[in-house]
């Protein structure tokens, strides 16, 4: 059965009709209230039951088929495929990404403490082994949804960290509030699948694939301010790049 749309077209808008279409589907699969698998009515009905032309519809059906969040079934009809969150490999972090694509961000807070660095972190952060940062590692979904396990390592003279702030805000906001003006990452992005503490947080089946990205980010003065490592749910996530000659 298909399911209805709750859409509001306003049609003194100077936002054309197709593009607020577009819109509104977009945010309903972001909300999860169009969850993956989710059956769309055909082009006629909804043109009838939203009030816009058949051609209004078609075009914005094709822009959402081309972005991958729709998918045409011959003989089954248009699919919500998934609810990915696509990120800009850009210096910003997940919580500002979400915030920005309107997707509720919510954050757990599995560990915080202040820690001597061991001598992995400490190369990466470029201080001394055995200084002292916060290691935090958080449960960060949208929604109701887990998106990514995170871990990170920050030392403690770049800023003053909690736990109780680290479930409101998100990391990059809190150091560009302390002073932090972020001037390049050293980033990697990588593949694994899920061990079973991975799975269970995530919502997910142990071996279910995971994408990896490890971070090591360097402010305008050239201080290494945040390390990190971090896993996302693969079905849900996906990083984007633009390519330039």
Known sequence: ????LDITIDRSSPVPLYHQLVHGIESAISAGSLPPGTMLSNE???AKELHLSRPTVRKAMDEL???????????VGTQVVASEVRRPVRLTSLYDDLTEDSARPRTEVLAFREEAAAAEVA?????????PVYYLKRLRSRGETPLAIMENWVPTSIAELSA???RER???????EAGVNFRLA???IGAAVATKAQADLLHTTQGAALVTMARTATDDVGRRVETGRHVYRAD???FELTLSA
Do not use: D, H, T
């Open 1 to 4: 059965m298909a399911a209805p």
């Open 186 to 188: 050293n980033q990697k």
């Open 236 to 238: 849900s996530y996906s």
């Open 164 to 166: 109780e702030i680290l």
């Open 65 to 75: 088929v081309r972005s991958g969040l729709l998918v045409r079934k011959r003989g």
């Open 170 to 176: 998100g990391l990059y906001a809190l150091l560009r």
């Open 44 to 46: 006629l009905a909804l």
């Open 123 to 131: 190369e990466r952060l470029g201080i001394a082994a055995g200084a």
